[in-house]
């Protein structure tokens, strides 16, 4: 029961460090973003609602400068998707739109898939 009890607090505390690292990607807040990120908080944090990670919010909103510091750590996985099966570099596209910074994120994508030896599908036309 104890390691229960344990879990779940780590589990709550994690969900909430999320929420504010989420949120310093949402404002745009490249000091606090890397505050997160030399600390060792995982890079790929994914929003429990959305699916979202903070490169895709990063890039939806056009924070170029918070893109930098998440690009920048090189432990981010430009292959995950949100609920709704966006790529990051297709948020930038369609809400940053920010064609710099999609091919930007394209060609990190490109890159990870040939290592993985993944097929991308589903993008915009640029």
């Not at 490249?30 to 929003?47: C, D, K, R, V």
């Not at 909103?61 to 790529?87: E, N, S, W």
Request: glycine share 8%; net charge positive; with cysteine.
């Amino acid at each position: 029961a104890d390691a229960h009890l344990t879990q779940l607090t780590d589990d709550r505390a994690m969900i909430s460090l999320g929420r504010e690292f989420l949120k310093a990607a949402r404002r745009g807040n490249p000091q606090m973003l890397g505050a997160f990120i030399e600390e060792g908080f995982p890079a790929n944090y994914q929003s429990p609602q959305t699916g979202q990670t903070a490169l895709h919010i990063s890039a939806a909103t056009k924070a170029r400068m918070a893109l930098r510091i998440l690009v920048g750590c090189g432990r981010c996985d430009y292959l995950l998707r949100d609920h709704q099966g966006r790529l990051a570099s297709e948020l930038a596209y369609l809400f940053g739109e920010d064609r710099p910074a999609t091919r930007w994120l394209r060609i990190h994508e490109r890159r990870q898939a040939k290592a993985q030896r993944i097929k991308l599908t589903r993008r915009p036309q640029i």
